[in-house]
């Protein structure tokens, strides 16, 4: 089996005393930069002050249903 080939999350940090992470777990081949408006939102109306945030990425894999070929972020 080949190795998965995996980029490093993108991480918010809270901005007060830190007391809670969400990972915020996503769909095949998407990556953590399409969500991260969410936190900076969040930021914007200073809710979660005290959250950080880790927006992971997607391994690029083969998928069977698309014939094995490659499947990256859209």
Known sequence: MASLIMSA??????????????????????????????????RRRSKFSETKFIFPNAPVIPITVVGYKQVEPI
Not at 11 to 36: C, K, M, N, Q, S
């Open 9 to 42: 999350p993108l991480v918010v940090p809270a901005v007060a005393r830190h007391t809670a992470t969400v990972i915020f777990v996503h769909g095949l081949g998407d990556e953590g930069a399409g969500w991260i408006d969410l936190a900076e939102n969040w």
